[in-house]
């Protein structure tokens, strides 16, 4: 094997664990785009056992491989576009979010035999999912076919506390409660917080909080609020890879496509197998690897399968080590965090983004 993505399990059951006491109320574990990288059916029955009540995914695809896998949990998906296959979803259990009066119309139609479950979505104030405009136009008689569970809203700016999007947000999400509660649904679940919102908002809970990142260990925004460790968080993935070759070369050698650096003295490059296929972003500078206790920068441009680390003159390590390209930040070792400020981007691209080709192990089984 040349890389793999060690999935500690039982640092997402103590996340879940501490995020469901933060809230104070009932958790939905989001686990879209294979749980953020993490690996969809493991994390899944992992947040079941540690107490979450929902899973929560993007797409269909994903709640449908859940109910596949065996898990009957209440599943919502809540990026079902008008045209897909609403049938199969309610067959399934799977309830879906509403934004739209054209898709309320087609899993209206969809409910023959059997009511969906649905979740309203709200926009207020982000502009993404959710009813604004038509939201007026939706009345108790439009919804007579389905059968509405949930209310729910996403925040703009949940990493950014102070900003005052966040009451507007949650002023809009109350009046749109109190509008469908004087349709007469006052049991739903109203739904608004994501891992941000839990940690620092609390007033924003409701009956349930849709953690995602938080979850993995990671932190939803290391300058706003603070790192991991900072939030008592454990990060599950340790990305670790082979280095293929270890070679010395001397100052002045040019290292990569386009020979963009230059070796700065005598010294001993390693070559990692994995590269930009894997998810390794091409942009990234300042990341490295950890190798024999030290962390050893990129230096060129990071290739297709693979990327070079200046190991320095004095490392001993050797063709075939393993070294951590990222890991929870114990030892000293880079961390998503790090990955994502080297690459202008964020911990969620980092971890989202390792491809297929890397195998998922976990060490860890807790369900
Ligand atoms: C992705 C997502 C979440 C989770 O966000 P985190 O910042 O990862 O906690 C919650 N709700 C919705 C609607 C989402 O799309």
């Known amino acids: 094997m040349r890389a793999e993505a060690l999935v500690d399990l039982s640092a997402i059951k103590h996340n879940v664990e501490l995020l469901k006491k933060e809230a104070g109320t009932n958790l939905l574990a989001v686990v879209k785009a294979d749980a953020y990288g993490h690996g969809l059916v493991p994390v899944a029955k992992t947040a079941l056992a540690a107490g979450a009540t929902y899973l929560g995914v993007a797409l269909l695809e994903e709640a449908i491989e859940l109910r ?4 009957d949990a209440p599943i919502l998906a809540w990026l079902v576009q008008p045209g897909s296959d609403f049938k199969r979803a309610i067959d399934l259990d799977i309830e879906l979010a509403v934004a739209s009066l054209v898709a309320l ?23 993404r999912g959710g009813f604004l405009d038509e939201w007026e136009s ?23 506390p102070e900003a005052a999007q966040n009451a507007e947000q949650l002023d809009r999400f109350s009046a749109a409660v109190g509008r469908i509660q004087s349709f007469g649904y006052t049991k739903i679940l109203r739904h608004l917080s994501n891992s941000a919102a839990t940690l620092k908002n609390g007033a924003a809970s409701f009956d349930m909080v849709r953690t995602g990142i938080a979850m993995y260990g990671l932190s939803p925004d290391v300058q706003t609020l603070g790192d991991s460790k900072a939030l008592a968080l454990r990060p599950a993935m340790q990305l670790r890879a082979a280095l293929y070759l270890v070679k010395s070369v001397p100052a002045d ?3 990569g496509y386009g020979a963009t650096e230059l070796t700065s003295s005598d010294t001993k490059l390693a070559v990692v197998a994995m590269g930009y296929a894997d998810g390794i972003p091409r942009i990234a500078h300042h990341a490295g690897v950890w190798s024999s ?11 297709m399968d693979q990327f070079v680390v200046d190991l320095g003159a004095q490392s001993k390590a050797q063709s075939g080590d393993w070294v951590v390209v990222f890991g929870n930040g114990s030892h000293g070792e880079f961390t998503a965090d790090d990955w994502g400020i080297a690459s202008q981007s964020i911990n969620y691209e980092i971890v989202t983004r390792i491809g297929p080709r890397v195998p998922r192990i976990y060490s860890a089984h807790v369900y």
């Open 68 to 71: 596949e896998a065996g898990i």
């Open 105 to 127: 119309a087609e899993i209206t139609a969809a409910s023959s035999d059997k009511k969906a479950k649905v979740h309203l979505e709200i926009d207020t104030g982000m502009s």
């Open 138 to 160: 939706l009345t108790p008689k439009l919804l007579q076919g389905v059968d509405v569970v949930g209310i729910f809203s996403h925040f703009a700016r949940a990493d950014e």
């Open 253 to 255: 050698t040019p290292v």
């Open 293 to 303: 206790g030290k962390r050893a920068p990129i230096i060129g441009r990071v290739s």
